[in-house]
């Protein structure tokens, strides 16, 4: 039986990569997508979605646009990494639309559909799922798990020292969620130590579609270094590391409490796991500290090519 994903994400180029990579699978019935600001506006990550669709020509798979910025927050971006408009690699102009329906009410219609079939894949800023538990409180509980790639637990960041993107975008969302779910927190101490080898990339883009765009995706952070030749060092692929998981089981996790930094500062979307049971809190969280790198590669790079 294949594992019903509902995706809500920023596309950004580590995103497409991951709808990609489920979109390729047989394993996985990709069921929605629903979109929020974080790697770039709304506007263009509801466009880049359709578009990564029509490039996989998937278009039958429904997209919604979701929230327009953080909970209490201005919209910052990251465009500087993922290209202009949010993805590079020059992805084919949609022809389809998007539904009518908000990406919040989507997230919970789809909830409301299948139920404990369903996987809620949450790649981008958390907006959208934590105005969809702040209405529906039975949410989490309904579906089978809940993933958030974010967080950076006993790592260093990469938006501050202490802070990874989606989660410094918007961590009142975090701690919304982390209050009324027990997620799968998927954040930099995996994701950065599972990358993709630079020789495999400049294979690729030097392929034809779609795994030349693919390849761009690939390496985003980079892109230029790529078109140079001058590629140098193996890429995170940050967001395709939940999907992988999701087929392969290559994550290893602890159940912990975890809180998040809501304020401004050097700690805002820090979040600090309690290891060692140094308070009596419940654990919120399932944080993975642990990744299978050479099973990770194989399933990316296998499936980008079967596509």
Known sequence: MTQKVLFDTDPGCDD???LALALASDEIEVVGVSTVAGNTTVANTTHNALAILELLDRTDVPVARGCAGPLCRDLETAEEIHGPEGITGNPPEPTSEPVSQHGVEFIRDRVREYGDDLTIVAIGPQTNLATAIAIDEDLPATVDDIYLMGGAALCPGNVTPAAEFNFYVDPEAVSRVFRGATPKVVGLDVTE???IPVATIEELVAEDEPQRTLGAWLGYSEID????G??????AIHDATVIVDILDDVLDYREVPVAVGTGDGPFR????PDIDGATDDLPNTQVALDV???THRDRIVDGIRGL
């Open 16 to 18: 497409a990569v991951a």
């Open 225 to 228: 270094a790529i078109r140079d």
């Open 292 to 294: 299978d790198e050479a």
């Open 269 to 272: 979307g820090a979040i600090a």
């Open 193 to 195: 130590a599972a990358t």
């Open 230 to 235: 001058a590629l140098a060092g193996d890429q």
